[in-house]
C-alpha cells in the first residue's frame, strides 16, 4: 500500500494530517476559531494567515523548479518590496504604492529571466547575484533603518479581512486560483514542464523555451513582490534586514516536499501549496509546544526528514520488500509444519 | 554596494589627508565597524555630537562590518599620529598585532561597545560597554516592583539563539524572577530580534495561554519584537500596556510612540553614547594623567510612560535609529 502512496500527492496531505494532528496534541486549543474585531481568529488562522507569504513564493518558484531552474533572489525580492510599498504608502495612493511594488518584483523577476533565458547563466548564480544584491538594495531604500508607516490601506494587505479570513489568506488563495487556472486550464503548464523535460527536444519542437523561462521568472518575481507587501503590511513598516530572509530556502523546501523535482520536468501547484502549510503548521506546532527554542531547528529537520522519507518510492520499494520477505519465510514455515 | 565603498574611500582618503589640528585640540580616530543596525548609525551621529561638544577632532571609518578595514584604518590613524583610537571592534579576535603598533606608537585605544579577547587585555586603555546581563536585570527588578506581591506569569520573547546578548539579557531577568517567588516565566520563545518573528511568536503564545488572559507581562530582549508583540495583542483585542504589561530592551523610538499611546510600559535603554564617556576618560588621561578603569560601564537607564516618551521619541527618531 505505501508503494502507492506517493504518486497521488497522499504523502503531502498524510503529513499535513498528521503534523496537524501533533500540533492538536501539543495545544488542545488547536482548533478553537473565535471572531475577533471581524476576523477569525485560532492557530489554525495563524497557519494559514502566516503560511502565505511562503505559499505565494513556492506558487513562482514551483514553475522556476518546473523549468529546471531555481530562484534564490525571492526573499531579497520580497525585501525590496516591502522597502518601496512602505517607503511610498503615507505619500501616494494606494494603486501607486501596489503598482510601484509590483512592477519592481516582475522587473526584478525579468532580470532573473533574462540572465537563464537569454545569457543563458546558471539559473543558481544567475539568482544568486539578486539574492545578494537586492538585500542592499532594499537596504539602500529604507537607509537602513525600519520604516514605518501609518496608511490604513496598504496595512489593510495584512491586517484586513474579507468573510472572516484574513487578507493575506486570501490574496493567497486567490493566487493560487490565478495561477492554477492560466496554467493548468492552457498548455501552458505542459509547455513548461516540456522547457524543463528538454529544453533543446522543446525549442526544436517549436515551444517557445526562452519565453517559457522568462515569463515563469517574471511570475515568481511578482509573486515574491506581493508576498513582501504582505510581509511589510503585517508589521506596518518594512525592515529591510530581515524581511524574507531565508524565505528562499523555506519555498524551495515546500516545492520539494510537494513532489516536484528540481531536475524540472512536472510540477504541481496544489502540492507545492500543501508543502508550504506543512511547513508553517510545523513552525506553529513548536511555539505552541513550549519547548525551548534551541530545539527548534532540530525538530523541524526530523519532521522534514520524515515527510521526505515518506514520499520516498526507494523506502516504500523497501518496505514492501520487507513486507514481501516476511510473508514468504511464514510460508516457509506453514510448509515446514 | 558600490554607494558603500566609495564612502568607505572616501572616508579613508578623507583620514589620511586631512591637515593636523591645532595643538589645543584632541584628534580621535574612531574605526566604526559600519551601518549594521539602527543602533549602530545613532552611535555614529551621537560620537559625533559628543566630539564637538568637547571641541574634540573626531574622524570615523566605516569599516563596513569587515576586520581588515578596521585594521587599515587603525594602522592609517597611527601613521597620522592622531591622539587616541577609538575601536568598535567587529570581532573579538585578531587584534593583537595592530594594537601592540598603536602602543609602541603611545597611542591610547578604548574599545568602543564591544570587548575583544582577554589575551589583548593590556593592548588598550580601557573599554566603554555595556553590561547585558544588568539590563535584564534593570528590567526585571521594574516587573517585579510594578506587580509587587501579585503573582505574575511572564512570557519572554528572546533574542536570537546563541546571540551572547540574549543570553546575557535572559540571565540577568531569571536572576530577578528568581528572587521573586511570585514572578513565573511561563513561556520563552526566540522571536530572533525581529519585528515579524516577534509578532508571529506572540500570536502563539496568547494561544496557548487561553487568549491571553493569563498573561500579565512581556519581556522582550528587545524593542523591536515588543514592537511586533504590540501588534499581536491588539489584533487578539487585548491592551498593551494595561492588560498585559511590557518591559523591553534598546529604547529605540518607535517604543516611546508605543509608550506615548499607552501600549508599552518601560524599556531599558543600551545607551548610543559610548563615545562621551571614552572621550571623558581620554581627556582626563591627557590633562591631568589619569589612569580610567578597565571597563568603564554605561548607564542601563529605565525609561517608563512618567518620562514623558513623545519628548524622547522626538529627540531620538532623527539619530538614524
Known amino acids: 500500500m505505501m508503494a502507492r502512496l506517493p504518486r497521488h500527492g497522499l504523502a503531502q496531505i498524510l503529513a499535513l494530517v498528521m503534523i496537524l494532528a501533533v500540533d492538536r496534541m501539543v495545544s488542545p486549543q488547536f482548533f478553537d476559531l473565535r471572531m475577533q474585531d471581524g476576523r477569525l481568529f485560532g492557530s489554525v488562522i495563524d497557519v494559514l494567515n502566516r503560511g502565505a507569504p511562503v505559499v505565494l513564493l513556492s506558487l513562482g518558484m514551483v514553475l522556476v523548479i518546473a523549468t529546471r531552474g531555481i530562484d534564490l533572489s525571492v526573499g531579497a525580492v520580497m525585501a525590496i518590496a516591502g522597502a518601496i510599498a512602505a517607503s511610498l504608502a503615507d505619500s501616494h495612493s494606494l494603486p501607486l504604492v501596489l503598482a510601484a511594488a509590483l512592477g519592481t518584483g516582475l522587473i526584478c523577476g525579468l532580470w532573473n529571466g533574462f540572465l537563464v533565458a537569454v545569457l543563458g547563466i546558471q539559473p543558481i548564480i544567475a539568482t544568486l547575484i539578486l539574492m545578494v544584491a537586492g538585500r542592499g538594495i532594499a537596504q539602500l531604500i529604507t537607509e537602513g533603518r525600519i520604516v514605518t508607516f501609518t496608511s490604513p490601506d496598504l496595512g489593510w494587505f495584512g491586517a484586513g479581512a474579507i468573510l472572516g479570513f484574513p487578507a493575506p489568506v486570501v490574496i493567497a488563495a486567490g493566487m493560487l486560483g490565478l495561477t492554477v487556472a492560466v496554467v493548468r486550464g492552457s498548455a501552458l503548464g505542459l509547455l513548461i514542464e516540456a522547457t524543463g523535460g528538454n529544453a533543446r527536444a522543446s525549442e526544436l519542437a517549436g515551444v517557445g523555451t526562452r519565453l517559457m523561462i522568462l515569463a515563469v521568472y517574471a511570475w515568481c518575481g511578482l509573486c515574491a513582490a506581493l508576498a513582501g507587501i504582505i510581509s511589510a503590511a503585517d508589521i506596518m513598516g518594512a525592515d529591510a534586514n530581515n524581511a524574507g530572509l531565508w524565505l528562499e530556502l523555506d519555498a524551495i523546501l515546500a516545492v520539494v516536499i510537494g513532489g516536484t523535482s528540481l531536475f524540472g520536468g512536472r510540477f504541481s501547484l496544489l502540492l507545492a501549496v500543501v508543502g508550504a502549510l506543512i511547513i508553517q503548521a510545523m513552525n506553529t506546532g513548536i511555539l505552541l509546544s513550549g519547548y525551548p527554542p534551541e530545539l527548534n531547528l532540530l525538530v523541524k529537520a526530523v519532521v522534514v526528514l520524515a515527510v521526505l522519507l515518506l514520499q520516498s518510492p526507494r523506502l516504500a520499494g523497501l518496505a514492501g520488500l520487507a513486507a514481501r520477505l516476511r510473508g514468504a519465510r511464514l510460508r516457509l514455515k506453514g510448509a515446514k509444519a | ?321
Open chain 2, 1 to 321: 554596494m558600490t554607494l558603500k565603498a566609495l564612502f568607505a574611500a572616501t572616508a579613508t582618503a578623507a583620514v589620511m589627508f586631512s591637515l593636523p589640528a591645532g595643538a589645543a585640540q584632541l584628534t580621535v580616530g574612531f574605526s566604526q565597524i559600519g551601518s549594521e543596525s539602527g543602533w549602530r548609525a545613532a552611535e555614529t551621529s551621537v560620537s559625533k555630537q559628543e566630539a564637538a561638544k568637547r571641541q574634540v577632532n573626531l574622524k570615523i571609518a566605516d569599516a563596513q562590518q569587515k576586520q581588515e578595514n578596521q585594521i587599515k584604518a587603525i594602522r592609517s590613524f597611527i601613521a597620522q599620529g592622531v591622539d587616541a583610537i577609538f575601536l568598535a571592534p567587529v570581532v573579538a579576535s585578531g587584534w593583537e598585532a595592530v594594537l601592540k603598533e598603536a602602543k609602541e606608537a603611545k597611542i591610547p585605544v578604548v574599545l568602543l561597545d564591544r570587548d575583544i579577547d582577554p589575551s589583548g587585555k593590556d593592548l588598550y586603555l580601557t573599554a566603554v560597554t555595556s553590561d547585558s546581563v544588568h539590563e535584564g536585570e534593570v528590567a526585571g527588578e521594574w516587573l517585579a516592583k510594578t506587580v509587587g506581591d501579585k503573582s505574575c506569569s511572564i512570557v519572554e520573547l528572546q533574542g536570537t539563539v546563541g546571540a551572547s546578548v540574549a543570553t546575557n539579557r535572559k540571565k540577568g531577568f531569571d536572576d530577578v524572577v528568581a528572587k521573586h517567588p511570585n514572578l513565573k516565566v511561563v513561556r520563552s520563545q526566540t522571536g530572533d530580534f525581529t519585528r515579524a518573528k516577534g509578532k508571529e511568536v506572540m500570536e502563539s503564545f496568547i494561544k496557548a495561554e487561553g487568549g491571553g488572559k493569563s498573561i500579565c507581562a512581556v519581556y522582550a530582549h528587545n524593542d523591536d519584537m515588543m514592537v511586533g508583540a504590540i501588534q499581536a495583542m491588539k489584533e487578539a483585542g487585548l491592551k498593551p500596556g494595561k492588560d498585559i504589561l511590557t518591559v523591553s530592551i534598546d529604547a529605540v523610538p518607535d517604543i516611546f510612540k508605543a509608550m506615548a499611546a499607552g501600549e508599552a510600559n518601560a524599556t531599558v535603554e543600551l545607551t548610543p553614547n559610548m563615545a562621551g564617556p571614552a572621550l571623558d576618560a581620554i581627556i582626563a588621561s591627557k590633562d591631568k594623567g589619569t589612569v580610567p578603569p578597565k571597563w568603564i560601564q554605561t548607564e542601563s537607564k529605565l525609561y517608563t510612560a512618567a518620562d514623558d516618551p513623545q519628548k524622547i521619541y522626538d529627540s531620538k527618531k532623527g539619530l538614524g535609529y
